[in-house]
């Protein structure tokens, strides 16, 4: 390195006028600071540390394009680092350190703010993971909630620029801060965009589904939890398969207790706590919004193939859309995406392809227009109601509500056929799950921490593990008509173990035909006929099957209903496709194996607990199992002229 550099590192940081100490072979090689932000800049960044109520300070960095004036607050309060959000690259263009989806509003006048939320990265205070709001689980003074209105109340009296208006928006984790801000919200925040918020993290989001624990988070608790997550803490287990990695460790309980992490606080709630009780009900964010006055215009938005939170944005739908009275303050967007795909590109997910970047087009189109009249005084763009995007045809619809599909059995019947006929005599088909052998979610091996997998894996071609034995396949014949749905499908099984417990785990698939398009040297995408397409997965663990909060044996043999919801779609299945209900009794390593004998925790199963086990899936006569879609008539109407290639379903 030559002395050149050095010596301008060093000037940087003197006084200006200051001359710089002759450089000696001895000089120390170390600056106090450097300021990447040069004066050519296009941007003012500004860190602050903004007190709470409590004395607490939280990390918070403000960036403005120069020039600003007048301008709107945007804020999303984050537990993944303020600073690294606002250095996505290192430039002297405000559009390159800011996440993708802020360009749009940085070339417009808005001030984008992001935060530390209190006890993360650079923030001051206690980390507690989804602090609950003030009340039966929390007895201190402050929240989310609090915080969201302390900040906001210090930004618009501390940033000159601004013109007093604040809006909310984040993903995630950030999605669900974005809903605290709504929480006794502060009188200066005019609108929010809450993206796959976490809501629920035993009923459908992070944690469990429907009981069953979503083993990738114990990494993300580690890492959280540790050093302010300025660590990024992992536990160390190597590079190999994770199947094979958590397979081997047994229950989830001894894979914790192997790697020293069973007293990590975040860990110890879920394996303590594995039922839904008010450890868990009364940290559902969709019941608070339900317990409180509509005040805030909200966009709820989540992707249809959402990884991660596919429950939370629906459910807080339905809290808040009987308080919308003129059906103007709450609207709903399904967009074809994966998590947070909302605020990236939006051109395909894994093997799919739609017209044109869908993400770009709501932000530019839906959601920040719906900013600009809340927090700019622009007119109205009447925001939809419901905006979904329709895969398998490929368009916008926009809905007046949510769901609009009327609920319609396809039923399974015997020589695993499924149709809209209701079966005649009743019966059953069998198959054998060895927890040995579990089904995996993905062809191994298996990493959930690569991108490439995790982020695309709802979509992934189900034929891997179509015609295993312990995976069994209903199917309806060729479509000679579409069939349009628009809502979150049900769910309606009747099945019998041999064992005392059982998961079961059903998924919705549109089965293209055996076609062959032309192929990718002329630019298309690889050609997948007969390429199984899910269109929703979820799984139910039985012993839930008669009281979420108070689990139960099952009785070997005797038949059970379960009834439970695939995520919410907006899908039209294309004459020739074929529509499959596959059903299985495990999705490993993603979720922890079920022993297939009742235990107490199953956190806790000891090697011996698990035991393969005789299962029955029942259909017809007073056991008739189906699938409840959502179907929606075609009404044949043209799109409407919009941007979005909207149409009116």
Known sequence: MTALPLLALALATLPQ???????????????????????????????????????????????????????????????????????????????????????????????????????????????????????????????????????IDWLVKHVPESNGKVGVVGSSYLGFTTLMAEINPHPALKAAVPQSPMVDTWIGDDDFHNGAFRVPSLDYFLGQSTDKANAGAKIARGAGD???????????????????????????????????????????????????????????????????????????????????????????????????????????????????????????????????HWLKGAPDPHTPPVLTYATGVNHWDVSPKWPMGTPTPLYLDAGLRAGFAAPGAEGHDEYVADPSKPVPFLPRPVDMAAGSQWKTWLVHDQRFVDGRP???????????????????????????????????????????????????????????????LPIGIEIFRGRYVHSLSQPAALTPGQPENYRFALPNVDHVFLPGHRIMVQIQSSLFPLYDRNPQTYVDNIFNAKPQDYRAATQSIYHGGAHASAILLPIVADTGSASVPAPLGVSAP
């Open 470 to 532: 312990d995976v069994i396949s209903y199917r309806t014949g060729a479509l000679d008509k579409p069939v349009h749905i628009m809502g979150a499908p049900q769910v309606d099984l009747f099945a019998a173990t041999s064992g005392t417990d059982s998961d079961w785990v059903v998924k919705l698939i549109d089965v293209a035909p055996d076609s062959t398009p032309e192929g990718p040297d002329q630019g298309s995408k690889p050609a997948n006929p007969g390429y199984e």
């Open 242 to 372: 994770d199947y094979a990695t958590y397979l081997a460790a047994g229950s989830v309980g001894d894979f914790a207790r192997q790697w020293g992490i069973e007293n990590v606080p975040s860990v110890r709630k879920v394996m303590e706590n594995p039922a839904y009780t008010d450890f868990w009900s009364l940290q559902a964010v969709d019941k608070w919004m339900a317990a409180r006055p509509l005040t805030v215009p909200t966009m709820l938005v989540v992707g249809q193939w959402d990884q991660e939170d596919s429950y939370g944005a629906p459910a807080v739908y339905r809290a808040l859309e009987p308080k919308d009275k003129n059906n103007d303050m709450v609207s709903l967007v399904i967009g074809p995406w994966r998590h947070s795909g909302v605020n990236h590109y939006g051109y395909d997910l894994g093997a799919l392809t739609f017209t044109g970047d869908t993400a770009e087009e709501f932000r530019a189109h839906t959601m920040k227009p719906f900013f600009d």
């Open 17 to 151: 006028g200051a001359a710089a100490a002759p450089v000696t072979p001895m000089t120390p090689d170390v600056v106090a600071s450097y300021d990447a932000v040069r004066p050519d800049a296009d941007y003012i960044k500004r860190v602050v540390m903004i007190p709470m109520r409590d004395g607490v300070k939280l990390y918070t960095v403000i960036v403005m394009r120069k020039g600003t004036a007048n301008g709107p607050i945007l804020l999303s309060r984050t537990p993944y680092d303020a600073k690294g959000s606002t250095e996505r690259t290192a430039s002297q263009k405000i559009t390159e350190i800011l996440p993708a989806m802020d360009a749009d509003f940085v070339n417009d006048g808005y001030i984008r703010v992001y935060q530390d939320i209190r006890g993360l990265y650079h923030s001051e205070g206690q980390f507690v993971m989804t602090r609950p709001i003030i009340g039966p689980l929390n007895h201190t003074k402050v929240d989310e909630s609090t915080d969201a209105y302390d900040t």
